[in-house]
């Protein structure tokens, strides 16, 4: 039997119905997810739109205009951050709603999005301490949480070279101390001895928490000068992300937004 599949998007869903989901923060910080669903295009359009007020409500204003290409990329979005560890790549010019897209995906998931505040003097040793707690939720208390690092955040070469590292491994060398460490691991003993021999260490099995937990994603414009050396440079963005697109609006999409 032949199967239309025009206007039709496929994404995740939280298993709660969309009416509950501004009371479901407080059964904890990640909803369970239904598996993945076939959607009108414009269903899912009018269930985002719903989601929308939910976020307004909580957060701010996200002034973004849901035709059905904005729609085609909350549900790719959705499709990469609901996989276990799941990072993401977006490429465009400033202006085309990657920002707006990604945190209304996480506030669907209900996953905490963390964005450095960078200021005069930001460096990558900064980032490092402030993605400490990022990574102890992810690797300690198991939780998902996400990461948005954008061009105007990164100030020198070495921030992006952190987040190639976290890719890559799930670790930044140096990020913590071992007395650090072994405070932080403590709460692990038991479920690492539950696992058995899958995991060499305890160290190896809270490396393995992050890597499933901590969602990356990083926005670069292609137009920037140093864009070709920022890829080059750091091979695990195109090796363990998905990369996604988004280099401006069709001429509909920019009739929908006038």
């Keep these: 039997e032949k199967v239309e599949l025009a206007g039709t998007l496929f994404c995740f869903w ?5 009416a509950d989901v501004a009371d479901a923060a ?9 598996p993945l669903r076939r959607y009108a295009s414009e269903d899912l359009r009018a269930e985002l739109a719903h989601q929308m007020v939910l976020y307004e409500r909580e957060n701010k204003e ?3 205009v849901l035709f ?6 909350v549900a790719a979005l959705n499709r990469v951050l609901t996989e276990p560890g799941g990072s993401v790549l977006l ?3 400033p202006g085309v709603g990657r920002r707006t897209c990604f945190n209304l995906v996480c506030f669907l998931l209900r996953m905490e999005v963390f964005s450095p505040r960078v200021g005069r003097g930001y460096s990558a040793r900064q980032l490092v301490a402030d993605l ?27 921030m992006l070279e952190v987040v190639n ?22 709460p692990l003993k038991e479920p690492y001895a539950a696992a058995g021999y899958r995991y060499r260490t305890l160290y190896t099995f809270f490396l ?46 920019m009739a929908a937004v006038s």
Aim: hydrophobic fraction near 40%; proline fraction near 7%; aromatic fraction near 4%.
């Design 14 to 18: 939280p298993a709660q119905a969309a």
């Design 91 to 93: 490429v465009g010019r």
């Design 68 to 73: 059905p290409e904005v729609v085609e990329r």
């Design 26 to 34: 407080a059964a904890g910080p990640k909803l369970d997810v239904r």
């Design 132 to 158: 400490k707690d990022v990574v102890r939720i992810a690797g300690v208390l198991g939780q998902e949480i996400a990461v948005l690092l954008e061009d105007y955040q990164v100030v020198e070469p070495g």
């Design 62 to 64: 996200l002034g973004i």
């Design 165 to 186: 590292s976290l890719l890559s491994s799930g670790e930044v060398p140096g990020m913590f101390t071992q007395a650090e460490l072994d405070a932080m691991l403590a």
């Design 208 to 253: 393995s928490r992050v890597q499933r937990n901590l969602h990356l994603a990083v926005s670069l414009d292609p137009t920037h000068p140093e864009f070709h050396a920022r890829c080059e440079s750091n091979p695990a963005l195109f090796t363990r992300c998905t990369i996604l697109w988004g280099d401006g609006w069709s001429p509909q999409g």
